[in-house]
């Protein structure tokens, strides 16, 4: 997985962005399947003032509720993002069919079906974080930003892994970013892995970006997490006095 630092303009960029204020991060969600456990949380990010971003895929495959849901995460400020039309790996499909098929069967139906239900996506999640600098000149002509997921090289922390922050008068030039995951967080990762981060893009004025899934208690579904460590990690931010971003919100 790799990122491609670009400029120029795509036909969902507004004609002027203004540089970010100060840093923060930027939480972002994943998977239709998810949408009414998304709604349930809209108290919890107003309670913070927190806005995210919701990526959807299989926009032709949604029903009355899940399509209402994404119309009530839209009118409490958050982001609704492409996801892709059928979830597919897009170097694999870039590989045996071609770019131009690629944008044609995944992001071409995704993006109209997305505008036509009035959700006009200005930033992309790559289904299974399979992207390279190939993939994402493919898309750069339809999205803002990009998003990706990686882990930490070996041996480091996410506080001492570079590749997961961006200075915040630099976003414009980073068309892909790399996020990490929030699935299955603990008490303990909080404090071990996710707070230290918080703390570099204070002291650095960075931004960094965060993906998970389902916003649920249950414990045995693979992909979530629970609504009482989100909690925890809004009050941090707002402790720390940082920043909730969406991806379109980023220069």
Request: aromatic share 8%; charged share 25%.
């Amino acid at each position: 997985m790799s990122c491609l630092f670009l400029q120029g303009h795509s036909h969902a960029e507004p004609a002027v962005r203004a540089s970010l204020p100060k840093p923060g991060i930027v939480l972002t969600f994943d998977d239709s399947i998810n949408i009414e456990l998304w709604v349930k949380q809209i108290p919890l990010f107003e309670k913070y003032g927190a806005k995210v971003t919701f990526f959807i895929e299989k926009p032709d495959q949604l029903n009355a509720a899940q399509t209402k849901g994404l119309q009530q995460l839209k009118k409490a400020g958050h982001e609704i993002g492409c996801h892709g039309y059928r979830h597919i790996k897009a170097l694999d499909a870039i590989e045996n069919q071609g770019g131009d098929h690629y944008l044609k069967i995944e992001i071409d139906p995704a993006v109209a079906k997305l505008e036509s239900l009035g959700f006009p996506p200005a930033s992309f999640a790559y289904p299974m974080s399979n992207n390279n600098q190939n993939s994402d000149a493919l898309i750069r002509k339809y999205f803002h930003h990009a998003r990706t997921g990686t882990r930490p090289g070996h041996g480091k922390t996410l506080a001492e892994s570079d590749e997961f922050f961006t200075p915040i008068n630099t976003t414009a030039k980073k068309f892909c970013l790399p996020a990490r995951s929030l699935d299955r967080s603990t008490e303990e990762r909080l404090q071990k892995e996710i707070f230290p981060a918080l703390e570099r893009i204070k002291t650095r004025d960075e931004v960094i970006v965060f993906y998970d899934h389902a916003i649920i208690s249950e414990t045995s579904r693979k992909n979530h997490i629970r609504p009482e460590i989100l909690e925890l990690i809004l009050v941090k931010v707002k402790e720390m006095d940082l920043a909730f971003y969406r991806m379109d919100d980023l220069p």
